[in-house]
């Protein structure tokens, strides 16, 4: 196997000899996480990192963190120095930090321009691969709520237009949505070294009971009173929770019955997704075509004698790790791509980053 390359940019230096590391990127975290580590012997110089220095790891030439070091941990004994380096991608920063913006609210601005206001200070970029209307819809009225980190606000948003919010290895915040993008099958005897099937109920139910409001004269807070308003109940089944456990969803903005069935439906299909992950470890961090493991790309699964003949599944997070024992190995997590592909859901405009309900009915 071709020996890989794994360097760490700090302003002008490479620091390169890493013995360990692990990259770990999902769609379902905004920032994108890495943890490199040495020995050496007790006498050997110090690696002159800080915590806090803007830094970018490559593997073999390809970037796969933009970011900053969070943590330097350093461990010494009578004959060992042990360095490790923690860090994030600059959207890391999006996760901790509060979101600030003049007056705290928007009008009539779509999301790309409420995600570029605030992540501007941060020195974040945002990509926008998202084509569909819905998600460029302007927002009447957009609020940051005291308290609120900025990916907290924009990860409310982006439910509201249906779209996923992450980063790219570039360290840009990424607007996307599902992918469709096909890699490669997976097969024992080809690329797979193992494979763990989960199933759980833990975050399952028989029922998915949508409670909400539709309104007929305008939208609640502007012209529509409590009389014009409209009680709206859809229920949903998940046949294969033979039990009794139902679970309520009270959707915060008013919407209609097929509006309600279709966040039902989102809602199941999500559990479904979560409540059967299939973790694959992959012989090593390439593609057939050279390139890196990456999420939100699908992949084909295909180990009959496990239940999983030519399955099209979404890889969800993928961590690249090397060990002393171990060598270079890729764990990817899959699940249906059905799971993420959430509907987007109405405004109001009431108080709150995007308004209040019209009253809700059982």
Request: glycine content about 8%; proline content about 3%; aromatic content about 8%.
């Amino acid at each position: 196997m071709i020996s890989n390359t794994i360097e760490l940019y700090v302003g002008n230096k490479i620091y390169t000899g890493w013995t360990e590391i692990s990259v770990t990127r999902s769609i379902e975290e905004l920032s994108g996480q890495f943890r490199l580590g040495l020995t050496r012997t007790r006498t050997d110089k110090d690696v002159p990192l800080k915590e806090g220095q803007p830094c970018r790891v490559e593997i073999n030439s390809q970037v796969v963190i933009s970011g900053y070091i969070d943590t330097m941990d350093r461990t010494i004994d009578a004959e060992t120095r042990t360095i490790v380096a923690e860090g994030r991608d600059k959207t890391g920063d999006l996760v901790d930090c509060a979101a600030r913006y003049k007056s705290g609210q928007w009008r009539n601005a779509p999301l790309e321009t409420i995600a570029r206001d605030l992540c501007q200070p941060f020195g974040v970029s945002v990509v926008w691969s998202v084509t569909t209307q819905t998600a460029a819809k302007p927002f009447r009225v957009w609020k940051v709520e005291p308290g609120e980190t900025v990916f907290e606000n924009l990860a409310k948003a982006a439910r509201h237009r249906g779209v996923m919010v992450n980063s790219n290895a570039a360290g840009d915040l990424v607007f996307t949505t599902a992918g469709t993008e096909r890699l490669e099958v997976l097969r024992f005897g080809e690329n797979i070294k193992y494979i763990n099937m989960r199933a759980s109920w833990s975050e399952r139910f028989s029922d998915y009971i949508v409670l909400g409001s539709s309104t007929a004269g305008g939208l609640w807070g502007d012209e529509q009173t409590a009389h014009q308003s409209t009680g709206v109940r859809v229920d949903m089944t998940d046949t294969e929770i033979t039990r009794y456990r139902p679970t309520v969803i009270v959707a915060d903005s008013n919407q209609n019955s097929d509006e309600s069935r279709s966040r039902a439906d989102w809602e199941r299909r999500r559990a479904m997704a979560h409540g059967q992950p299939v973790v694959v470890e992959v012989v090593d961090w390439f593609t057939r075509d050279k390139a890196l493991w990456m999420p939100n790309r699908l992949v084909v699964l295909d180990v009959p004698d496990e239940g999983y003949t030519e399955r099209e599944l979404l890889i969800v997070q993928m961590e690249l790790s090397l060990t002393n024992d171990g060598g270079t190995t890729t764990k990817l997590t899959l699940m249906p791509a059905a799971g993420f592909d959430e509907p987007a859901q109405k405004e109001s405009t009431g108080a709150g980053g995007s308004g209040g309900s019209g009253g809700l009915w059982y």
